[in-house]
């Protein structure tokens, strides 16, 4: 059953947890698109504006001048250098180069040319913007290609601030250049010897991207965590459910089985007497009916406090118990003084500690006893050491009255406490098997408790002992 009760629990999860992946790789999927759509028209508007004032320009207005500048008046030199001796190349190019970077970022026009593009559009103030060179690529004699600059190549001669993972940083505050906020790409070439290739990119986001879009898709979001609160709800409901109906079916299970066996006991023993009884023999002389007599008077009191025991939780659980006043300590003395006239257990000591002021409870009598005294059978049933101890005390406290059985048996798991008090339940241990009883004693106390309006808990260790607490409103 343990196994079975495993694979149910294992397909549940697993079913719940793909669930809950189908709902996140949705809402995911969601926001991949959203952010791939995000700011489709501003970026189309500020593409249109950026390439028609760079036409006939690089970079930014104004920018081709100084790119020439750099790269046209020192491409013979750097020719000679290339073929003459890579290493005077290498240090050369980057001179020429970080001048070059130098004078870019000192000439931007970009700033001015995003601020009017903005205005224009009406876009956010906090849009910014990245402007990066990725790569360049000079033309020698004979359509010679020869690359002076990459951004995945070292470029030595660049500050770490200046460098991003797509190129050398011209202008802009943007950090986070991404596929997503590209406006423009740009590759410009030249079919001449000794001219140079150049590619650039723009690009322009907000500064908080990540949180506008999740804005966008709150109610997206809100929904999915709707479902998915909808789907755990429903599952532990469901699979709460099928558990105690499962518990329920087992416990009325083993209520048929502990009643046959509770009710059998005693009725095989009384046919057993009376077909002896019916014994020639035996009739025949009258000192051996006596003991079969006896046999079936014990037996017939015991089918008859089992028929009572159920009887009386039907009667609590169907109509309202008729209390009179009685004096708390009192009538504890009475039951206890009772229960150890009769108690047949040896070693085992049931002591009552009550407070010094009298108490005065409403109560009925009969099923406050009755009880009391299930309680205190428990406490001796399970129990396994050599000497047994109840102790019952009584305090007022807090304008109440609490009533506390302690004992030293062999306690309730933490997993169990919360099922002791449903009907039918029997708490099943190695070495508690054995022990007779229908599961009916502790809902019985707790039928009890309610229905006098009291509350009742219970503290237990194992292998050290329980108490339960039985809470009684009191005005003075």
């Known amino acids: 059953m343990r196994y079975s009760l495993s ?50 320009d690089k970079l930014f207005p104004g920018g081709v001048a100084i790119i020439d500048r750099y790269l046209m008046t020192n491409i013979h030199a750097l020719e000679s250098a290339y073929h003459l001796d890579r290493d005077v ?28 593009i903005k205005t224009e559009y009406k876009l956010d103030g906090d849009l910014e913007y990245l402007l990066t060179i990725n790569a360049i690529q000079l033309v020698f004699e004979n359509m010679h290609l020869v690359n002076i600059y990459h951004a995945n ?69 809100l929904l999915a965590l709707f479902a998915i609160g909808c789907v755990v709800s429903i599952y532990y409901v469901t699979y709460r459910n099928w558990l105690r109906q499962k518990k329920l079916a087992e416990m009325k299970s083993d209520f048929v089985n502990g009643i046959t066996h ?3 006991t005693p009725l095989s023993t009384i046919i057993v007497a009376n077909k002896n009884m019916q014994n020639s023999k035996i009739q025949a002389n009258t000192e051996n009916i006596r003991p079969l007599t006896k046999i079936i008077e014990r037996q017939s009191l015991r089918l008859q406090k ?45 002591a009552l500690r009550t407070s010094r002021q009298p108490l005065a409870v409403e109560l009925n009598k009969f099923f406050f006893t009755t009880m009391l005294l299930n309680l205190f059978d428990n406490a001796i049933k399970y129990n396994h050491n050599d000497h047994k101890q109840i102790t019952i005390a009584t305090e007022l406290a807090d304008h109440a009255i609490k009533i506390q059985i302690s004992d030293n048996g062999t306690g309730i798991p933490n997993k169990e406490i919360e099922h ?27 039928q009890c408790i309610k229905s006098h309006g009291w509350t009742l808990s219970v503290v237990s260790k194992e292998a050290v002992g329980s108490q339960f607490s039985i809470l009684i409103p009191y005005k003075s």
Not at 178 to 191: G, M
Not at 424 to 439: A, D, E, M, V
Not at 441 to 446: E, Q, S
């Open 7 to 56: 694979i149910h629990k294992g397909i549940s999860l697993l079913g719940l947890t793909l669930l809950i992946s189908v709902l996140f790789y949705l809402t995911y999927n969601t926001f991949k698109l959203e952010d791939e759509q995000y700011q489709a028209v501003e970026k189309t508007l500020i593409n249109d504006r950026y390439t028609q004032r760079i036409r006939n």
């Open 89 to 116: 190349f290498e240090r050369e190019k980057n001179k020429v180069l970080d001048s070059m970077f130098r004078a870019l970022r000192a000439g931007n026009t970009m700033d001015v040319l995003f601020a009017e």
């Open 153 to 221: 190549q070292p470029s030595p001669f660049l500050a770490d601030s200046l460098k991003t993972t797509i190129g050398a940083h011209i202008g802009g505050a943007l950090n986070t250049p991404l596929p997503q906020n590209q406006i423009a790409s740009i590759t410009v070439s030249n079919a001449e010897d000794y001219n140079y290739w150049m590619t650039f990119s723009l690009h322009a986001d907000h500064r908080n991207r990540t949180w506008r879009i999740m804005k966008l898709m709150m109610p997206t979001f």
């Open 262 to 264: 509770e009710f059998n």
């Open 306 to 350: 089992l028929f009572d025991q159920l009887m009386d939780i039907t009667t609590m659980d169907n109509s309202t118990l008729q209390k009179e006043p009685h004096e708390l300590n009192q009538l504890l003395h009475e039951i206890v003084n009772d229960y150890n006239v009769k108690l047949s257990v040896q070693n085992t000591a049931v």
């Open 420 to 446: 002791v008090f449903e009907k039918f339940y029997r708490f099943q241990k190695q070495g508690t098997r054995h022990i007779p009883g229908l599961g009916l004693g502790l809902y019985y106390t707790y």
